[in-house]
């Protein structure tokens, strides 16, 4: 980039900018996958995700030190970091991670619904339970994330009308989970240490 372009009105009022907000989408999306790595116990990969964070904010903001008197800047710096936000959470999503616990309140009978679980791999505890209106059915099951959206389909075909709630689960010991596949997506080639914990 020469310098006679540098000093241009097009590049302090466009290009800048639009080089701050673009800085801004990459260090919050990857603070935001990074908190959301810690919430869920991945360790290992957190400081590396921090480390680049800090380092893309701080070529954020020395551009907006440098050009205080640009407003721009300010826009470009503030639209980064909204977009940044929504990404990060777009992609934490996209990757599945983490496992959750599926707890299910059921006043109509369960066993349909408890079988079809344990035939698709799920682990299934139940308890019975006295509920506002008589006698209920709870069934919980831990599941990995990427599995959650099967479950549900399960609990809707055969107990539609279910109470259930869904709650992050930090960490797990022993446990029955579905077999494990491959995993050959964009984000296991970017990050082939993801699942690693300690």
């Known amino acids: 980039m020469s310098a006679d ?38 360790k290992n990969l957190a400081p590396v995700l921090g480390f680049i964070e800090v380092i893309i904010w701080l070529l954020a903001i020395s551009q907006i030190f440098q050009h205080l008197d640009n407003f721009m800047c300010y826009i470009g710096y503030g639209a980064g970091f909204a977009a940044g936000n929504y990404i990060g959470i777009l992609l934490a999503e996209k990757m599945s991670l983490g496992t959750v616990v599926i707890r299910i309140i059921a006043k109509k009978d369960t066993s349909t619904l408890i079988n079809s679980l344990r035939e698709a791999n799920y682990g299934v505890t139940t308890v019975d339970a006295e509920g506002k209106a008589g006698p209920v059915r709870i069934v ?24 259930y709630t869904i ?7 022993e446990g029955y989970f579905r077999a494990q596949h491959t995993r050959t997506g964009f984000i296991s080639k970017l990050f082939p240490f993801v699942s690693m914990r300690k």
């Open 140 to 163: 919980f099951s831990i599941v990995k994330r990427k599995d959650l959206k099967d479950a549900i389909q399960l609990i809707n075909l055969h107990n539609p009308h279910a109470f």
């Open 167 to 173: 709650e992050e689960v930090q960490t797990v010991n």
């Open 5 to 42: 372009f540098i000093n241009t009105d097009l590049f302090n009022w466009v290009v800048l900018p639009m080089l701050i907000a673009l800085a801004r989408i990459m260090d919050v999306t990857v603070g935001t996958v990074r908190l959301i790595f810690v919430a869920r116990g991945y």
